[in-house]
């Protein structure tokens, strides 16, 4: 299993990025899916997941109304769109698949700043 995150970068607020995690090797919609981050100086966050089955989707407060979790199942890839970015969104992103053991991805940065 392998999961490749790309898609971050410098952006400023108000900004947007679309992240996307790449899998191969499992079927990302049988399993939950979803994103962490990380700041600087901070523990590792839930940010967005969405469910196998049913596909509900759930987000962290910090990022509701903001942030938008899709999946591609023919893709077998993962995106989430990221908009009105602030400098609190600043961090490494991972994704995740639970396939039931947990595979990462290797993280992308997003620095929003001015």
């Known amino acids: 299993v392998q999961l490749q995150a790309s898609g971050g970068g410098l952006v400023q607020p108000g900004g947007s990025l679309r992240l996307t995690c790449a899998t191969s090797g499992v079927t990302p919609d049988h399993y939950a899916t979803g994103w962490f981050r990380q700041a600087p100086g901070k523990e590792r966050e839930g940010v967005s997941c969405i469910t196998n089955d049913d596909g509900m989707i759930f987000y962290a407060d910090s990022v509701k109304g903001r942030f938008t979790i899709t999946r591609d199942n023919a893709k077998k890839t993962v995106y989430l769109q990221m908009n009105n970015l602030n400098p609190d969104d600043t961090g490494v992103y991972y994704c995740?698949?639970?396939?039931?053991?947990?595979?990462w991805g290797q993280g992308t940065l997003v620095t929003v700043s001015s």
């Open positions: 995740y698949v639970l396939a039931p053991t947990p595979y």
